[in-house]
């Protein structure tokens, strides 16, 4: 338990002025783990994180982004900013906050 408590505590620290509400930490965190894509995760994390903290909607993760941020970092040789650029603009031109629903609301 205590290692656990270790990553915790080290994974917080990496979301320093990401505490936006736009921003689930624990969805994201989640589906890091569930990406095949890719090996390396902070790209990945670094990505998801910069397009949610974009997007004008709250909250502006869902379930399936990670597999788009991986595709787009997998095709673009690992170039993060890049990656980013990219998903903010498909997040924008395909209205990707009308996608969410909170299932809590349901």
Do not use: W
């Not at 982004?65 to 095709?75: C, G, K, T, Y």
């Amino acid at each position: 338990l205590a290692e656990e408590t270790d990553e915790d505590e080290d994974s917080d620290e990496e979301h320093d002025g990401y505490d936006d509400e736009r921003i689930d930490l624990e969805a994201i965190e989640l589906d890091l783990r569930r990406t095949h894509l890719l090996t390396e995760i902070e790209p990945l994390r670094q990505v998801l994180m910069q397009v949610c903290a974009m997007a004008p909607a709250r909250p502006a993760y869902c379930q399936g982004m990670n597999f788009i941020a991986a595709f787009l970092l997998r095709h673009l040789n690992g170039d993060a900013r890049k990656a980013s650029q990219i998903f903010s603009l498909l997040y924008q031109a395909l209205d990707l906050d009308s996608v969410y629903c909170d299932r809590k609301q349901m």
